[in-house]
């Protein structure tokens, strides 16, 4: 039976439960980079533009903290979904997410290993480096990605904790410098929270979904479900309050970003056109030494996502084993580690093949391993999106069409609201279809996607006990489908 399969230790607080979150969602990573791609379309308004995505993510969170309130297993959306819509979407949604998670870690290994050449060309440790460098640095990167997710969870989130809360803070010592200074010069402004002249308002939407992606990974708290020690509580409770802190921190980090660039149009050139965003603000308001500090520890946040997008992908796979939808070695849990090493080693090693595989797609280019990272992103966030539609479904026919008594009826304007906000940033991120080789990273999203969907329907025993599977662990009750 999987339930009496191999069990993951309970040993997690509410605090190590957000590290997973907030090392996913990589505030300071973002926080560098992701504001960029607005001010082509919103100008200055890039503040107000980040307070309308964290809108938009409350609405999506609601759906995980109450699918979290009522469940806790390691697949998160595998095991939500599948509860609450059936085993086959529940499989489609776990293999999803676990595409996300590998596209991600691509991500935050390669920009963990952009940063750290900045840095030591920025040093003057090393002038110049090429840009092939970076695909040998990842595949370091990697193996200490391996190294820390094998290790007893524990130690894991207690790194992730560390090197984003310390690299967050540096980056809000900084804001505060440019914040006084820029009050000082008679700079300060509230205008970032109004759309210029000459700028359409309907054009905050498009930098809307911008703003929303760079929130993606805020809910991996829920893959922690089994491994936590009040889960019921602690899990909800650490999804709302990354969303709560991730949505204050990009506005205010992004208003102290435009003010310190400057308003203008000659400012908002700058803003575009620079390769660290804070790192370029701490060279200007305080010293080099801070700049290239800054890139440093971008590298080690984009270190600590990788580490969080394997945990996660990790444990995914590791439920998705247990309960037969993968090879048995895939759910082997270590009897002194107690974490999933059969699932670790199978992420990392997907992970580097993924990675080489891009670069020979895009080796012709001037700027591989760039070309890498916006590909990679792309696609992940592109199967996140609609992992996210299956869950918001699914939590409207738990808690609305099935009844459940003790949530109030028109609590469902919530989850609805948040399927428009997806759906319009699914819409925005395909529409118009790209072309050339940007044409790469939706097709692949659409082929992962496909490649669930035409599994579950090639394969019904075997998704009907996945379903079977999920009324077993961990107290999962499985929605009943129709054949």
Known sequence: MAGEGPRLGRELSIWEAVGISVALMAPSMAANINPQGMVGSVGRAIPLTFALATAGVLLVAYTFVRLTQKFHHSGSVYGFVGATLGARPGVVAGWGLLGTYLFYSVVTATASARFLVSFLDGTGLWDSPPDWIVLPIVGLVLLGVLWLTISPIRLGTRVLLIVEASTVALILVVAIIVLVKVSGDGKFTTSPFTVSTGTDTSALFLGVVFGFLSFAGFEAAATLGEETRRPRRDIPRAILGTAIFGGVYFVFVTWVEVMGFGTDAAGLEKFGASGSLFGDLGTQYVGAWLGDLISLGAAISAFGCALACAVGASRLLFAMARDGLAPAPLARVSPTRRTPVGAAAGVVVAAGV?????????????????????????????????????????????????????????????PLAGLVVLGYTLYRNVIPLPEGKSLVAPLVAAVWLLVGLVAVLAAPRLTRRAGAALTADEGLTAAKEHA
């Open 354 to 414: 993924i990675e080489v595989v891009l670069w020979l797609v895009y080796r012709s280019g001037s700027d591989t391993s760039l070309a890498v990272f916006v590909a990679a992103g792309v696609i992940g966030t592109l199967v996140l999106l609609v992992v996210y539609v299956l869950a918001s479904v699914g939590v409207i026919r738990l808690l609305f069409v099935c009844r459940d008594v003790s949530v109030r009826m028109w609590e469902v304007v919530v």
